[in-house]
């Protein structure tokens, strides 16, 4: 069995059947010639890269893991050359600008290729992964000549970037940051502290790391708007992008994590390192935060690369293993017991893999195509899409990673005892997935984020742009009698999540911990309700076409529809009840009494 | 900060406070002369061996691991010699009879020993409580030589025992089992087959293992009918316990797992290894069965144990950690920001594993006691206890592993992206905690024991024999005013109780799927219920004493109460409709539509 196919029908749903991607591409500036044609292609193209090439290196790069030794770190083996044959495919350049040596295709279709590379091999993906972090950073705020030296290597894949903003007692709380820039004559900046959690920070794929810092003026306000933003690369180049030397920095050692284990995670040492300034003084975080949806788009894709990858280990497992036989008689009377497929808890397993996988997919690509609208949409207003894909992204990044946590344990669980065992994989599928509810921000930061920033600091506006759509949608079906079964309880709960959120608020404005002691619940509660949305629709075209010749593909997304509606959704019924249960059970107990 | 801390005064609490330790222990026989003088010292000096001993070793044993050389296990540094000092301290004989050597003390304070020995470090923990299975299997079944022989030997901790079920196609499915046992001449037996999962199967901690066995006799019928239980120690004993010949049986391989490194998890190959009948003649199953109950809690403690570290560790972590201010206004404004404990959701989450390690404490305990009565209880007819027992017991295997998981996994979210890292000790405590929903019968597995073998085969009197105590406890309290808030949602959660599984019952009756398809979700209702009365009777405790001079440990049991029912019990509300949702949803969908 490969260690992974790349779910191409799955995927050719979501983007044709359910989002109409080829009209969408129309609305976006340069995109015009994008066909199904090219699009399919790429798809295919991608899946043989993924599939031969990075997957076979996932097990392998965990075991191996990134070695350090005396600041040089080198990746596990074959990664290198894996990339390599990564860079001369062309696949960095595929959604950067034309101007810059790109392919000027959508982002959406960049995260497409994120999520077959990312379920192929999390942590070989991530190198390619923190570089396009950076080239954003350039894009949307570097002057003419940083483009020009760094962002066309950086497009062409042969350097690789980072983000660096993390220190050892400032992670969530960035206005804590202390690494300095002093200004230098020549214009640039001494670069002086120390970072850590810098991802793909030193490694042995790329000629050139290109290091997008966080740092202070020596005049700098205190706190987070005190902060700047500065390009420092590892080897300082001349403008015709020739390498020079070896700037002032150095990676000081990479963490032993839970997972992860073949993507470097640094602790990088800034000691007097030239440094650039990216826009204005003090405006760092701003220009950081202005591409922070599609970076956290990005982490979100990992919950769903786990939960595939999950689903379809242990689904082939559950096919084969035999044990026991059902409560209802032998299914395989010829063998010595039933493969476990057969029993009703492993498909309980399964089917809440599928829902969530499936689920997360309809979400996260939806909001990525908010996101090309938002980018590069060709029609003038776009407030709309922006305001949808502020409001969804916190949702997709916890709640997709939340549940393909959940998922890819899910999937350990059907190997039983095996499970536990480092050959199968699945245990590593956990462990990887692990850190996509701590990183980019964590599923507590996250919902603070929905609930107080998105949600109630807009009056509920925000909240509105999307359950409009959700009224509308029910509406149109609530009455036919095939799709009652989705649309009344998804209608309820649309209703209900704005009571929820007016409780919320209300409460609120006489003390502001109840923001916080809601926030989480409020969170996957909407992730729930977004999700029933999605399976509505999947649901929707299911029905039309079960009785195409791809009648199974069809009618396993119904089932599956129907079994998220009936098994997954009534956790609303708990959050329900706890996002109304106030603060005061959180915070009445004095710390002495924990 | 030391590494763990043993709760002893969270223990008392519920041995004295909750369960009457000391009455408890007059109905026992033989054990009249136990007091409390006499369990304090015990608790005193087994905290001693693991603040001191064994918890400095757990980090350094998951780091190194055991390792295999040519059959030889070694176990990580200092195992071999906390192991010693245990055996030297006398612990090994604690609860076993004083005729084979032991002390006599109840089983329950054996259970109290394997949590705080488990919490410290449970891949050490598991080396003596592998003996243990092994030693109750020669206590209940074994011939008198056979005790004479190997229990005295086991009981002095000098030789370990194994547990040997699993083989390479069948874990759940022991029927399957093909392992061969051949009648000698000399009335022993030639055993030929291969285990796998064999926890401590070998090592260097003890002169010699002593293996149970199951396997099949030649004319054995097939299925679980036809396997009968052998001792197979590795070194031939005289019958004075001198160590004769090496037996045929090897380590073949130690397996690469997720977490529990120190545990040597074993491939032992029988190649005609001289084993002795236990036991009659293909009842093996029946006489390993016998002590499956508190095998099981056994299991149960990991969760508990799990949920403690975490617990302690990001309890200490989050007063520490300072990141952002409180919504409510700064807390400790001469610092650069506040302890992170001031945010209501990190609150919620040590309040969560607060709530499940107590309760899960107090659920595990209560069924030791009433084990011990089964066991050895006094006063004639024990058949209360022993259904009680029956029905807790895969209650609290599987809810408190799942939550002690759950736990685990809070504890290192408090940590954010440090959690991640392996120096705090917090990702290994999830990695060791995973497999505990897996061994010694899965969470299905023990769904399924509890709706099928305990609820329904017995018509509902096993579930009556817990209900009814509900029942009692919140008639006399329903009207008390301080306890109104925990006596009236118990009241309506064990009605309904009751209700969920006449549906289920009656639902079976036309399709047995109905069973597996309700079972997960059931036991874990039945969790969620048998914990709410125990916080309801550790709040009554509270609230008497919430004067004393222990006034914030008193008032931290009674917000955690709160906290319980406002914020974990909800959760009911989503289980009492998927339990009821019924088969169709998982059976309906064609195995090719997965």
Redesign the interface.
């Known amino acids: 069995m490969s260690e992974y196919q790349v779910p191409i029908r799955d995927i050719q749903f979501v983007l044709y059947e359910l989002l109409d991607y080829e009209n969408h591409c129309k609305k976006l500036a340069n995109a015009d010639e994008i066909n199904r044609e090219l699009v399919d292609a790429v798809l295919e193209e991608g899946a043989k890269f993924c599939e031969q090439v990075i997957a076979p290196l996932n097990r392998s790069g965990d075991e191996q893991g990134c070695s350090f030794n005396d600041g040089v770190v080198t990746t596990p083996e074959g990664f290198k050359s894996a990339y390599q044959q990564y860079v001369d495919g062309g696949w960095p350049s595929m959604c950067h600008s034309t101007e810059h040596g790109g392919q000027g295709l959508p982002e959406s279709l960049g995260n497409v290729l994120s999520e077959i590379t990312g379920t192929a091999n999390w942590s070989w993906a991530m190198y390619p992964g923190l570089s396009h972090g950076a080239m954003k950073t350039l894009e949307l705020h570097g002057t003419e000549e940083q483009k020009q030296t760094y962002l066309s290597k950086l497009v062409e894949g042969v350097w690789t970037g980072t983000m660096c903003l993390?220190e050892a007692?400032?992670?969530?709380?960035l206005g804590?940051l202390k690494t300095k820039a002093e200004p230098r004559e020549d214009g640039s900046y001494a670069i002086h502290g120390s970072k850590i959690?810098i991802s793909a920070g030193e490694h042995d794929m790329a000629e050139n790391i290109v290091h997008i810092v966080l740092a202070r003026l020596p005049d700098a306000p205190e706190g987070t708007k005190g902060i700047s933003l500065f390009v420092v690369p590892k080897f300082l180049p001349s403008k015709d992008g020739q390498l020079g030397e070896r700037n002032k920095l150095s990676c000081g050692s990479i963490?032993?994590?839970?997972?992860i284990h073949g993507n470097a995670t640094c602790v990088l040492n800034f000691d007097g390192a030239s440094g650039f300034l990216i826009g204005p003084p003090n405006r760092g975080l701003h220009c950081m935060f202005t591409f922070m949806n599609t970076a956290r788009l990005g982490t979100a894709i990992q919950g769903l690369a786990h939960g595939e990858l999950g689903y379809q280990k242990s689904?082939a497992y559950t096919?084969e293993r035999?044990?026991?036989r059902?409560?209802?008689g032998a299914k395989a009377p010829d063998k010595?017991?039933d493969p476990i497929?057969v029993?009703?808890?492993?498909?309980?397993m399964?089917?809440s893999q599928?829902a969530f996988t499936e689920g997360g997919r309809m979400l996260i690509y939806y909001a990525a195509l908010l996101a090309d609208i938002e980018q590069q949409g060709s029609s003038g207003d776009n407030s709309e899409e922006a305001d949808l894909l502020a409001l969804l992204t916190p949702v997709a990044k916890a709640f997709v990673t939340e549940t393909g946590f959940e998922s890819a344990?899910l999937a350990?669980?059907c190997f039983?005892?095996?499970?536990?065992?480092?050959?199968w994989g699945v245990?590593q599928n956990?462990?990887d997935a692990?850190?996509s509810?701590?990183?980019e921000g964590?599923?507590?930061i996250q919902?603070?984020d929905l609930l107080g920033r998105k949600v109630l600091m807009s009056q509920g506006e925000l909240l509105k742009r999307f359950t409009k759509i959700i009224h509308k949608y029910c509406k149109a079906h609530i009455e036919n009698n095939t799709l009652e079964e989705f649309a009344v309880p998804l209608s309820k709960l649309n209703t209900e999540w704005g009571e929820l959120t007016l409780h919320v608020g209300m409460a609120a404005m006489n003390?502001?911990?109840e923001?916080?002691?809601a926030?989480?619940d409020y969170l996957m509660y909407s992730g729930y309700v977004a999700l029933a949305y999605f399976w509505a629709r999947a649901a929707e075209i299911a029905l039309q076409k079960s009785e195409s010749a791809e009648k199974?593909?069809y009618?396993?997304k119904l089932?599956?529809a129907?079994?998220y509606y009936?098994?997954i959704l009534?956790?609303?019924?708990?959050?329900a009840?706890?996002i109304k249960?106030?603060?005061a059970?959180?915070?009445?107990?004095?710390?002495?009494?924990?």
């Open positions: 993390t007692h400032c992670g969530t709380d804590l959690f963490e032993h994590k839970m997972g689904l096919r035999l044990q026991m059902a409560l209802s010595p017991a497929i029993h009703p808890d492993v498909r309980r399964l089917l599928k344990n350990l669980q039983g005892g095996h499970g536990y065992i480092r050959e245990e956990v462990r692990r850190i509810m701590l990183y964590t599923t507590g919902a603070l003390d502001p911990e923001v916080g002691a926030a989480v199974d593909f009618l396993g089932k599956t129907r079994f009936q098994r009534p956790r609303t019924r708990a959050l009840v706890t249960s106030g603060a059970n959180l915070m009445d107990i004095e710390e002495e009494q924990f």
